[in-house]
């Protein structure tokens, strides 16, 4: 069973551990292999959810499986209200990949952002040879809106960056065919 809940100081340690691994830190664009435990614990403090949401504002919330075990974060970064969207992120420690908790972890997410924030577009960002993220995304219903070619320099080589939307409408769609 997989469920979304706020951060809590405590997962810094277990947060650590998907910011130190070098595998996973090959899929973004911001090094956090140097994170301290302060850092960590500091970010989950600020991670606090808002009562009420003001634009430009984060919504980053831990994904708990069994016992409550935060396996990774998930976000709806720079929610605009005016405009009715938000930027997808997540992110997933190594014993929580390859069973579905990322796909479990982003319906859920995109119920809460479409259902319950009212929101239009959730799109998302992702390097272009994240292959396993993007059949992940793909998966979930996201759709392909371009892709930047060598827009960013990382680690001595250009890469490719992937733009993804999902609109109010589709998820509708996909939400009444998974018979919910």
Same mark, same amino acid.
């Given at each position: 069973m997989i469920s979304l809940r706020e951060i809590r100081e405590q997962d810094a340690g277990q947060m650590l551990e998907w910011m130190h691994d070098p595998d996973i830190q090959k899929g973004f664009r911001k090094n956090m292999l140097n994170v301290t435990q302060d850092e960590a614990r500091q970010f989950c403090r600020n991670a606090? !959810?808002?009562?009420r949401l003001e634009p430009g504002q984060d919504m980053h919330l831990a994904i708990a499986g069994e016992k409550d075990e935060y396996l990774g974060t998930i976000s709806l970064k720079e929610i605009n209200p005016e405009f009715r969207s938000a930027e997808l992120a997540i992110v997933l420690r190594k014993k929580a990949q390859g069973h579905e908790v990322g796909t479990k972890a982003i319906k859920l997410l995109l119920k809460k952002g479409f259902e319950e924030l009212g929101l239009h577009r959730i799109y998302l960002t992702v390097l272009a040879d994240n292959i $396993? $993220?993007?059949? !992940?995304?793909?998966?979930?219903?996201?759709v392909l809106e371009g892709e930047l070619r060598d827009h960013l320099f990382l680690n001595g080589r250009y890469v490719s960056w992937k733009l993804y939307g999902m609109l109010e409408e589709e998820y509708a769609i996909i939400n009444s065919s998974d018979g919910r």
């Amino acid at each position: 069973m997989i469920s979304l809940r706020e951060i809590r100081e405590q997962d810094a340690g277990q947060m650590l551990e998907w910011m130190h691994d070098p595998d996973i830190q090959k899929g973004f664009r911001k090094n956090m292999l140097n994170v301290t435990q302060d850092e960590a614990r500091q970010f989950c403090r600020n991670a606090k !959810l808002a009562k009420r949401l003001e634009p430009g504002q984060d919504m980053h919330l831990a994904i708990a499986g069994e016992k409550d075990e935060y396996l990774g974060t998930i976000s709806l970064k720079e929610i605009n209200p005016e405009f009715r969207s938000a930027e997808l992120a997540i992110v997933l420690r190594k014993k929580a990949q390859g069973h579905e908790v990322g796909t479990k972890a982003i319906k859920l997410l995109l119920k809460k952002g479409f259902e319950e924030l009212g929101l239009h577009r959730i799109y998302l960002t992702v390097l272009a040879d994240n292959i $396993a $993220a993007i059949k !992940l995304y793909e998966k979930c219903g996201f759709v392909l809106e371009g892709e930047l070619r060598d827009h960013l320099f990382l680690n001595g080589r250009y890469v490719s960056w992937k733009l993804y939307g999902m609109l109010e409408e589709e998820y509708a769609i996909i939400n009444s065919s998974d018979g919910r």
